[in-house]
């Protein structure tokens, strides 16, 4: 658990006019709230105002070098900011609204807190399908920076419960529109140097990408140029076991289609559902009483990658 749960819980609000009117209040006024997208639950800033935004990293711990996702209404406030090429045009048209993120060059003048993009000459930038963070940026007007709304390095939260857990008293305020649909990060594309590289998987898998391309994504390069790139992350407090096909007595077991346990993925096999009930079931795991977690073995092909990704983090 952690240490964050002693501490008071934030004002939590069911989406709705008074809850974006008192989120626009403390946006407005340089703070940071918790708020839903179709992901998982993001802790959403000015991400103009340096300070609203170290106030982000202040509230999860997060390394000051680990970039953050800019959040932005439509295609034409992403261009405003960054410079797309055919490429980054293609996905956005594609994917947008919904759950990709694309690293782009910034313009020059853009306005964005250098904090923000951790000093790279580049920004990580999305436009999200939800109603809640959609409601939001048009009430406050600003552009907003919003990585997941958990202390850093741990499991991401896919419901209100998850966040005034992990975060408490940090942050003043949750958003609550219940559990998020999707429950994976999104997938995080470069576009900075004529190619397409994958930063990150997500729920749009790299074959969604070739079909749009026309070729599979790249891998990435050297050096953090996104969030979620830390080889330790989404991580319980407990150790991690992977590919298990039993369990031992003192691990908590997370199943898998027909491997079952004392919680389970997708008792049908279905990935969609199971990256949907990924966090959900680290959460649970990481509260049961077992010291130790065993996860079934997923399949690596499509949404499977991308929750191999995160499995594979938390385990490390």
């Keep these: 658990?952690?240490?964050?749960?002693?501490?008071?819980?934030?004002?939590?609000?069911?989406?709705?006019?008074?809850?974006?009117?008192?989120?626009?209040?403390?946006?407005?006024?340089?703070?940071?709230?918790?708020?839903?997208?179709e992901t998982v639950y993001g802790l959403a800033a000015d991400a103009t105002d340096a300070g609203a935004v170290a106030g982000i990293y202040a509230a999860k711990g997060r390394p000051s070098f680990n970039?953050?996702?800019?959040?932005?209404?439509?295609?034409?406030?992403?261009?405003?900011?960054?410079?797309?090429?055919?490429h980054a045009r293609r996905l956005a048209e594609a994917f947008w609204p919904g759950p990709l993120t694309l690293v782009l060059p910034l313009r020059e003048g853009a306005g964005i807190a250098s904090l923000v993009t951790a000093g790279l000459s580049s920004v990580a930038l999305r436009v999200p399908a939800h109603r809640a963070m959609h409601a939001l940026l048009a009430a406050t007007g600003k552009p907003l920076a919003a990585p997941s709304a958990?202390?850093?390095?741990?499991?991401?939260p896919t419901r209100a419960a998850h966040v005034v857990a992990s975060l408490g008293a940090r942050i003043p305020?949750?958003?609550?529109?219940?559990?998020?649909?999707?429950?994976l990060e999104s997938t995080i594309?470069?576009?900075t140097d004529g190619t397409v590289r994958l930063l990150r998987p997500g729920p749009i898998a790299a074959e969604q990408v070739a079909a749009i391309l026309g070729a599979m994504p790249g891998g990435a390069g050297e050096g953090i140029e996104a969030p979620g790139q830390l080889a330790s992350h989404y991580a319980p407090g407990k150790p991690v076991r992977l590919d298990v096909i039993e369990a031992e007595p003192d691990e908590w077991m997370i199943g898998f289609g027909a491997t079952g346990g004392d919680d389970t993925l997708s008792a049908t096999g279905d990935l969609t559902?199971?990256?949907?009930?990924?966090?959900?079931?680290?959460?649970?795991?990481?509260?049961?009483?077992?010291?130790?977690?065993?996860?079934?073995?997923?399949?690596?092909?499509?949404?499977?990658?991308?929750?191999?990704?995160r499995l594979a983090r938390a385990a490390v």
């Design 1 to 37: 658990m952690s240490s964050a749960a002693s501490l008071p819980a934030p004002r939590c609000l069911p989406f709705g006019p008074e809850a974006i009117a008192e989120a626009t209040r403390a946006i407005l006024d340089g703070q940071c709230v918790a708020v839903p997208t």
């Design 67 to 86: 970039p953050l996702i800019v959040h932005l209404p439509d295609q034409a406030a992403a261009e405003a900011l960054a410079r797309f090429d055919a």
């Design 150 to 156: 958990n202390a850093s390095g741990g499991i991401s």
């Design 173 to 183: 305020l949750v958003i609550d529109d219940g559990a998020t649909e999707r429950g």
């Design 189 to 191: 594309l470069a576009c």
């Design 273 to 309: 559902e199971a990256a949907a009930r990924l966090f959900d079931c680290l959460h649970r795991a990481d509260a049961a009483s077992k010291p130790r977690i065993a996860v079934a073995p997923v399949p690596r092909h499509g949404l499977g990658a991308a929750i191999n990704d």
